[in-house]
C-alpha cells in the first residue's frame, strides 16, 4: 500500500534556527513528490514539485530535495511568517494524490 | 490567489437537508478534483474529473454526489450527511489529469458542519 510519513508531527523553533522536516514515501511507481504550505482555515498552496532523485528546488528560505526514498524540506533562518503546516504528497500520476499527515511549523520570534 | 474559487467558505446544514459546494477553476484546467480533510487526517481525494468525465471514485458514499458540466466548474451535491462528514471541503484543479504528475492547484475551502 502506497503510504507518505512526515516527520516530526510539530516543530518549533526560535527565529533563525535552520532545520529541515522530512517526508518518508513508499510508492510503485513516482510520478512526482509535491511540497505545500498550509495556513489556518486556508488551502493548501504549492510550493515544489520533484521528480526525479537528486532534484532540488529553492523558494526564498525554504531549499526541498528528493531521494529514491524521502524528500526533505530545509528551512534556513526561519521567520515568524514561515509558521505553517506543511504538507507532503505523491502522485502516481491519474490526478491522484497521497498525502502526508503534515508537519506543523511554529516559528517564535 | 483566486485561480480556483469555492463558495460557499463556511456551511452549516441539518442531517436532513440538501446543498451544494461549488467550484470554479480560471487557470484553463482540464481536470477537477474534490479532496476532504478532516481534523487529524490526511487529506483525502474524494473525485476526479478529466475533462468533464469522472474517472476517479475513491469509495466516496453516494450522499456526496459531484457534478462537472465543464471544465472550469465543480460542483458537490450533498444530502442526509452524518455529522462525521464535517470537513473541510478542497476543490482543486490542474491541467490534466493523466500522464506525469501535474501540479494540483487547491482552493481555499469549503468548511462544512453538519449539525
Known amino acids: 500500500e502506497d503510504q507518505v510519513t512526515q516527520s516530526p508531527e510539530a516543530l518549533r523553533l526560535q527565529e533563525g534556527e535552520s532545520s529541515s522536516l522530512n517526508c518518508s514515501y513508499t510508492v510503485s511507481g513516482l510520478r512526482g513528490l509535491f511540497w505545500y504550505r498550509q495556513d489556518p482555515g486556508k488551502g493548501p498552496e504549492f510550493l515544489f514539485t520533484l521528480y526525479s532523485a537528486g532534484e532540488e528546488k529553492e523558494k526564498e528560505r525554504l531549499k526541498a530535495t528528493l531521494t529514491k526514498k524521502e524528500s526533505f524540506l530545509h528551512i534556513t533562518a526561519p521567520k515568524p511568517e514561515d509558521s505553517a503546516t506543511y504538507l507532503c504528497?505523491?502522485?502516481?500520476?491519474?490526478?491522484?494524490?497521497?498525502f502526508g499527515q503534515g508537519t506543523t511549523l511554529q516559528v517564535k520570534p | 490567489e483566486t485561480g480556483v474559487t469555492q463558495t460557499p467558505r463556511h456551511l452549516v446544514m441539518g442531517m436532513t437537508n440538501k446543498k451544494s459546494l461549488k467550484c470554479e477553476q480560471h487557470?484553463?484546467?482540464?481536470?477537477m478534483y474534490w479532496y476532504k480533510q478532516s481534523a487529524k487526517k490526511p487529506l483525502e481525494l474524494m473525485f476526479v474529473?478529466?475533462?468533464?468525465?469522472?474517472?476517479e471514485n475513491n469509495s466516496v458514499p453516494s450522499r456526496f454526489s459531484p457534478e462537472c458540466p465543464n471544465s472550469s466548474h465543480l460542483f458537490l451535491h450533498l444530502h442526509t450527511l452524518q455529522p462525521e462528514d464535517s470537513a473541510l471541503y478542497l476543490c482543486?484543479?490542474?491541467?490534466?489529469?493523466?500522464?506525469?504528475?501535474?501540479?494540483?492547484?487547491f482552493g481555499e475551502g469549503s468548511w462544512l458542519t453538519v449539525v
Open positions: 482543486a484543479s490542474s491541467s490534466g489529469a493523466r500522464g506525469p504528475g501535474n501540479t494540483i492547484y
Open positions: 474529473y478529466n475533462f468533464k468525465e469522472q474517472t
Open positions: 504528497a505523491t502522485s502516481e500520476g491519474g490526478g491522484k494524490l497521497i
Open positions: 487557470l484553463g484546467h482540464n481536470a
